[in-house]
């Protein structure tokens, strides 16, 4: 298997064996048991509380709930005071014990995953935050993996937000399975993640990953861009990716002409304003948002002929421009969002309402699906951020993957 799962200390190992050899031999009581999945995402931490049931050894676990909160700002934004990032791990860990009955606390792994936005920090500072979770999660009456607090790769994170799409839409059990593809814009990274069905060009087998799971293996491509989140491509937009010097002025096409702010992301401050009227608007901005993406990112061909769910920020706004229903989502096409960047930045000169970023993120994310992935533009996109009210979140993936090894471990 492609990835190496959390290793357990011995006697946790056992105790899970017995856990779940307990949830398969007992037939008269309900069968639950849950797991806990912390998201430590860039731009914030959010804990899922999956309940799972399992009925016969012989079948998957069932979904049966998810309880799910978040804070803000995210670990990262704690560069220099990790004790006070671990402060907002506790206050979702405490939800945690009010939810789960206190018989089960022991038998409840307890994981964190930290994503873009600690990958993108300096090593210590990074290694730092994750310690201090590490001892609030030891102190918690919860089950605590050995080295189940970590910073997690991009291509696991693609992988597992595939593998919680395709669970919610029936896909991972059914016979004919048509799988659906995903793509993932967070804050500092963005992913694509598919199961090919053609062969691919050579210089797209490079981000082939085996994997498995319920029993079958998969062939996936799956690539994660660093530093191609909406959030890191504002900076890069700027010309601001890496900078430090907090006194100078960030300008670009995209914003406001009259705008002049400052902006907050991975703990430095930045300032930064539009340029003149004359040089604002779509096709400017378009042009230099290319400049961070052309010839940047791999085309494989078959995506333009495949479903893809997309989520997080393309979900987020697309919701914000009233493209779709903020509850239900919705199907558009990658042009619709050409459309809109075009309808927004052209009125940046006359009105200066809502986010002063909605011009650069609608033609950033226009620009990475046309120019970065290469998606026509009549092709479709699924935008969901719920599924069976189950939040499309990598976290299941994750869930089910833990589970899935906890079982296979050797006694
Ligand atoms: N549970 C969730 N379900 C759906 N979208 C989410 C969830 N959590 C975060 N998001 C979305 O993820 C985006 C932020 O990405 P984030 O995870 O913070 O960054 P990164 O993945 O780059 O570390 C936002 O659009 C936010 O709405
Ligand atoms: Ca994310």
Redesign the pocket.
């Known amino acids: 298997m492609l990835f190496s799962s959390c290793t357990f200390l011995m006697s946790q190992q056992n105790h899970f064996q017995n856990f779940f050899s307990q949830v398969s031999t007992s037939l008269n009581i309900s069968n639950i048991f849950y797991g806990i999945m912390f998201?430590a995402?860039?731009?914030?931490t959010?804990i899922?509380i999956y309940t799972f049931m399992q009925k016969s050894s012989a079948e998957p676990p069932h979904l049966d709930n998810e309880i799910?909160e978040?804070v803000k700002p995210?670990l990262s934004a704690y560069v220099d005071q990790p004790e006070q990032g671990a402060e907002t791990v506790r206050g979702l860990l405490d939800m945690a014990k009010q939810t789960i009955p206190s018989t089960h606390w022991s038998s409840t792994p307890v994981v964190l995953k930290a994503?873009?936005?600690l990958r993108l920090l300096p090593e210590q500072k990074a290694q730092a935050l994750l310690s201090e979770v590490q001892e609030l999660f030891e102190e918690s009456p919860f089950l605590v993996p050995d080295e189940c607090v970590s910073i997690m790769n991009g291509t696991y994170e693609g992988i597992l937000a595939w593998v919680t799409i395709n669970f919610l839409t029936g896909q991972l059990y059914d016979q004919n399975q048509r799988t659906v593809g995903i793509l993932?814009?967070?804050?500092?990274?963005t992913q694509i993640t598919f199961l090919p069905q053609s062969t691919l060009k050579a210089a797209s087998e490079k981000y082939i990953s085996p994997f498995e799971m319920f029993n079958r293996s998969y062939k996936l491509y799956t690539h994660s861009y660093l530093g191609f989140?909406l959030k890191a491509a504002r900076l890069a937009i700027l010309g601001a990716l890496g900078g430090k010097d907090e006194s100078r002025m960030y300008r670009s096409s995209c914003l406001p002409p009259s705008l002049k702010a400052e902006w907050k992301f991975g703990g430095i401050n930045y300032k930064y304003g539009g340029m003149a009227e004359e040089v604002t608007g779509f096709q400017s901005c378009y042009a230099e948002v290319l400049k961070v993406i052309r010839e940047k990112l791999d085309q494989p061909a078959e995506i333009r002929s495949r479903t893809f769910y997309a989520?997080?920020?393309y979900?987020?706004r697309a919701v914000d421009t009233g493209m779709i229903d903020g509850d239900q989502g919705g199907i558009i096409l990658v042009k619709d969002f050409e459309m809109k960047a075009n309808k927004v930045c052209e009125a940046l000169t006359e009105t200066n309402t809502g986010s002063p970023f909605l011009c650069m993120d609608l033609t950033y994310i226009t620009a990475l699906l046309k120019e970065g992935f290469g998606f026509y533009d009549h092709t479709e996109l699924q935008l969901k951020?719920k599924v069976n009210n189950i939040?499309?979140?990598w976290?299941l993936g994750a869930a089910f993957h833990l589970i899935q090894s906890l079982r296979t471990a050797p006694e």
Do not use: I, Q, V
Request: glycine share 24%.
């Open positions: 998201d995402g860039s731009t914030g959010r899922h799910f978040s995210g994503t873009a936005g993932d814009l967070g804050g500092a990274s989140g989520f997080s920020y979900y987020d951020k939040e499309t979140s976290t």
